[in-house]
């Protein structure tokens, strides 16, 4: 054990968010400092490019060279390192040899995956492994799913605090958002849809709000899904279907279920985008409604989901500029009630883009609060969600380090 001794790889360091991760861990923790960390992908090339790219103050960042199907190489670089975040996706095609690697060896692991499929694969594969080798899998550490997750637990300790009960039902609701999608989303996007296309099972499971929770849940709350325009009488406002809602809400009922039910075993959650008031809200509700429906049904037929992938969508490795990210950010929403009927309000911001300015400081923050905040007796071996897994701590690395707020809004109207 102990050969590498690196707090922190990141694994897919030359992948669109790797680039924005290694730049945001260089100017935050130096290299050789206080975190020990190295950056890790199948093409040393493109690593030593990478390196330059950052500057003088990388010239001693280590280097991994690892494919994600060689075995031995992945092996070698979980030797004593702490925790592996890995970018290289999509997950369902890359990303199963690492996990069992970090399974059976006893290594902590952090990802972006916001595969439901794939996530709940590897849970029932590995979760046994992870246990008794004490490996602490945490997976969806990006937009999807931290400011979801983290954003319940946050209203769940604010009204227990207040309150002393859990809200038995919480919306999120997206207000605002500025950025773009990049092509390694897109291509987990395309493979989803693709997968599902051909396989009922499959779409049966997406369609399971408990899909990735463990097997005796015992939930049976029927869970409100926004497929279409609606009007939402707590927001006065109408909201659209948002894509991210079929990851996020999997994520929030499974920190539910690991938690011994803390929100409550009648929990509710859905998701949505607020679009306006009046008879425009409601236009533009239907126009993103349609708008959702017709990709999907493009990304599910093979001829389509060509032309998508070669004329519409960014290619692999492209994605937004550095100033859209800069200028990005996200403002969400939640309300809450118990089940007497006392409500709360807060607030969930970033300050870049969500998917890459925003999300390589979470996924960042969460490597490393994973490293050094959380101890092996509070948090053991096993498939664990940003919340249920770093909870306070990461709150406080997102408030402190990576220009997110969580916040209480008091007037509640
Ligand atoms: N949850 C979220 O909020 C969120 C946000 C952003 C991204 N993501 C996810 O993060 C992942 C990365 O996104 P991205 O846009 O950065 O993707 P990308 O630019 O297309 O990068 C994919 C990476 O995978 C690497 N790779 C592919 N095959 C490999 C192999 N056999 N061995 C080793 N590495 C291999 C590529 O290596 P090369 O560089 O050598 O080509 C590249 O670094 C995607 O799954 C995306 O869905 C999630």
Same mark, same amino acid.
């Given at each position: ?49 990478? @390196? ?120 999120? @609701? ?102 306006? @008031? ?97 101890? @092996? ?37």
């Amino acid at each position: 054990m102990n050969q590498n001794g690196y707090d922190v790889v990141v694994f897919g360091a030359t992948s669109f968010v790797g680039r924005i991760l290694a730049e945001y861990l260089l100017h935050t923790f130096g290299v050789g400092e206080d975190l020990t960390w190295a950056i890790a992908g199948r093409s040393e090339q493109k690593l030593e490019a990478l @390196r330059s790219e950052l500057g003088s103050m990388a010239v001693d960042l280590p280097v991994i060279v690892a494919d994600a199907s060689d075995e031995a190489a992945l092996q070698s670089l979980c030797d004593g390192t702490r925790v592996v975040i890995s970018t290289v996706g999509p997950y369902a095609l890359y990303g199963e040899p690492l996990v069992r690697i970090c399974a059976e060896s006893g290594t902590d692991y952090c990802d972006l995956t916001g595969e439901v499929q794939w996530l709940r694969q590897m849970i029932q594969k590995y979760e046994d492994t992870a246990r008794n080798s004490g490996a602490r899998i945490v997976n969806c550490c990006g937009f999807d799913s931290i400011p979801s997750d983290m954003g319940v637990w946050f209203m769940q300790e604010q009204a227990q605090a207040r309150f002393g009960k859990p809200l038995t039902r919480v919306s999120m @609701r997206v207000k605002a958002a500025k950025g773009e999608l990049s092509g390694g989303t897109v291509a987990s996007l395309l493979n989803v849809v693709k997968e599902a296309s051909s396989n009922p099972e499959l779409r049966r499971e997406l369609a399971n709000p408990y899909s990735v929770c463990p097997p005796n849940h015992g939930f049976t709350a029927r869970q409100h899904t926004v497929k279409k325009a609606e009007y939402d009488p707590d927001f006065q406002a109408w909201t659209a279907p948002f894509v991210m809602a079929a990851i996020n809400t999997r994520v929030v009922h499974r920190s539910n279920a690991l938690s011994g039910k803390a929100y409550g075993s009648d929990f509710r959650y859905d998701e949505a985008v607020l679009v306006g @008031r009046g008879l425009k809200g409601r236009a533009t509700g239907w126009g993103m409604t349609g708008f959702m429906g017709g990709f999907m049904l493009g990304a599910s037929i093979a001829p389509t989901r060509w032309l998508l992938e070669r004329f519409v969508v960014p290619k692999p490795g492209q994605g937004p500029s550095r100033e859209a990210r800069e200028k990005g950010f996200f403002d969400l929403r939640f309300f809450g009630e118990t089940e007497d009927g006392e409500t709360l309000r807060g607030k969930v911001t970033g300050d870049r883009d969500p998917g890459y300015g925003a999300t390589s400081k979470m996924l960042g923050q969460a490597g490393v609060c994973l490293a050094r905040d959380v101890d @092996r007796e509070q948090v053991g071996g096993g498939f664990w969600t940003p919340a249920t897994a770093l909870d306070g701590q990461l709150l406080e690395r997102l408030q402190n380090a990576s220009g997110m707020t969580f916040e209480l809004l008091e007037d509640q109207a």
